[in-house]
């Protein structure tokens, strides 16, 4: 009787591992036409043409100069796909980093912009442009990218310093990230009313977030950057899960807690650097994405992560596509789609907090110890 629920167990968690991974390969399937689709915007090709079109330039196939053919892969490659493959990079990587804080915060809540490191960056990047830095050369481009960087890497460092004082529960670092929010915030508005017209212009225009401007020399840190967190990340998966049980359970099973938090604020925080430098500020998809995945797939991080990734490209390049939909000839700023998305999700979580902590940690938990013991416990 023992070795036949044995069996019947293993059958169970053997089909949904199997669901999971049919899931994740949905969420490919979606994320190609998608960004099919995406290129097809300002062509006037069907589904099946501008597919060609796109395999036809991977795989180094030319048409006749100024034929219909040229200008819509020159179209397509020159204008349109730089800023999806941004939009794919962002949203797998604000996903991603989105996914990992809700695991060491031990809270759905959390996302990519808990530490503060959005403020920091917005901080670099204003600056930057008061200084006499614009979009409208490769150097002053470089200058931007440069100082947002570092300046969202600050709060990162801040954080480090100040939880050997005053400890590292997750309370205590969504405390000091807010903190941190609101000061480099005011020290955006204070540098803000020094600028002129035409910086002030440009400074509203990258923190809202964008890929419009996006160029093939912005993709390779950041894809570098992202694949590199992707790797780092789901073979930590496991520990991610643990974590997610909760502190006193995490060290209880081995689980250097602080170490491993802090080394993942550290990661994430580089990742959101790498990317946020670039796009600028580009809200709720660290939240959202993530968050659907889990409702979907439960928590278990092995398959959250690559969903998350999956997600956020579809969900980003979705959004990118209704921008220029909804203004073909002045796009509308992607992180303004983003909020337009993300906020009644928001509101949503906030009013259905707890019972959505209770079915997360509940679903990290069995996933983390297996069918039979969480069976146990519920019964």
């Known amino acids: 009787m023992t070795e036949e629920y044995r069996s019947d167990e293993k059958e169970e968690y053997k089909s949904t591992i199997r669901r999971k991974v049919l899931f994740l390969v949905s969420c490919v399937l979606i994320l190609i036409v998608v960004t099919v689709l995406s290129c097809s915007v300002g062509t006037g090709y069907e589904f099946t043409k501008t597919l060609q079109v796109l395999w036809d330039h991977l795989t180094g196939v030319t048409y006749p100069v100024r034929s219909p053919e040229w200008w819509a892969d020159y179209y397509i490659s ?4 730089p800023g999806i493959i941004m939009a794919l990079i962002a949203g797998a990587g604000l996903a991603l980093a989105g996914a990992v804080m809700q ?26 442009i008061i200084m006499g830095f614009s979009f409208s050369s490769a150097f002053s481009s470089a200058g931007i990218v440069t100082n947002a960087f570092i300046g969202s890497l600050i709060p990162a460092l801040i954080i480090i310093v100040l939880v050997r004082y005053v400890g590292n529960s997750p309370s205590t670092i969504i405390l000091i990230g807010t903190a941190l929010t609101f000061f480099f915030n005011s020290m955006v508005t204070f540098v803000m009313i ?121 969900v980003l390049v979705l959004a990118d596509l209704v921008s220029r939909l909804l203004m073909p000839f002045g796009n509308v700023p992607l992180g303004v789609v983003m909020s337009f998305v993300g906020a009644p999700v928001f509101l949503y979580l906030i009013v259905r907090r707890r019972s959505q902590k209770e079915v997360y940690r509940w679903r990290a938990s069995r996933n983390t110890t297996g069918c039979s013991a969480a069976d146990g416990r519920s019964s």
């Open 78 to 81: 020159e204008n349109i796909l």
């Open 103 to 128: 695991s060491i915060m031990e809270n759905p809540l959390a996302d990519a912009y808990t530490t503060g490191i959005s403020s920091g960056a917005c901080l670099g990047a204003v600056t930057a």
């Open 194 to 314: 020094t600028a002129s017209a035409e910086s002030l212009q440009d400074a509203y225009i990258w923190q809202v977030g964008s890929v419009t401007n996006a160029s093939c020399e912005d993709i390779p840190l950041m894809f570098a950057m992202t694949v590199l967190s992707a790797i780092l990340v789901q073979v930590s998966s496991r520990k991610l899960n643990i974590m997610a049980l909760g502190e006193k359970s995490a060290k209880s099973l081995g689980l250097n807690v602080v170490q491993f938090r802090m080394l993942c604020i550290i990661l994430t925080s580089v990742l959101i650097a790498s990317i946020i430098s670039f796009t600028g500020i580009i809200g709720f998809i660290g939240l959202v994405a993530p968050h659907m995945v889990r409702f979907i797939l439960g928590g278990d991080n092995r398959f959250v992560i690559p969903g998350s990734i999956f997600m956020g490209s579809t």
